[in-house]
């Protein structure tokens, strides 16, 4: 993708509206640019290696994968799951808990570079353990 510097006053709403059109690839890219860039200016003094972790922590599922997990899901408390769609289920979980375990190591990798505990790195970002019912 080319790109070409260009200065233009324009409003948040409108930034948005732009951002919105971006095909999925391309707003993933943006998304992961633009936590870095609140990470960098919140805490400057963070290194290379922590804002890339922040950004690899605050990544989020993609839209689609989410919703297509959150509809099978409700299929299968429904009990209208057909086999095929029980097995894309399976995969989908396996794709979440893979992001899953990328975060978490995300997580170590950082308390261990702020030679902190797990738990206390957390508690400090906010970050909650999640409960499962």
Do not use: C, W
Request: hydrophobic fraction near 45%; charge should be negative; avoid cysteine.
């Amino acid at each position: 993708m080319s790109t070409i510097r260009v200065e233009a006053h324009v409003s948040t709403e409108q930034l948005l509206r732009a951002v919105e059109q971006l095909p999925e690839p391309d707003l993933d890219s943006f998304v992961a640019q633009v936590v870095m860039m609140r990470a960098q200016r919140a805490a400057p003094h963070l290194s290379h290696d922590e804002t890339a972790l922040l950004v690899q922590i605050n990544r989020p599922l993609p839209p689609a994968l989410q919703q297509r997990f959150d509809a099978l899901v409700a299929k299968r408390q429904a009990e209208t799951l057909t086999p095929a769609e029980h097995q894309e289920l399976i995969d989908l979980t396996d794709q979440i808990e893979q992001h899953d375990a990328a975060r978490l190591a995300a997580l170590v990798q950082l308390a261990q570079l702020r030679q902190t505990s797990l738990q206390q790195l957390m508690q400090s970002l906010g970050i909650q353990s999640p409960t499962y019912a």
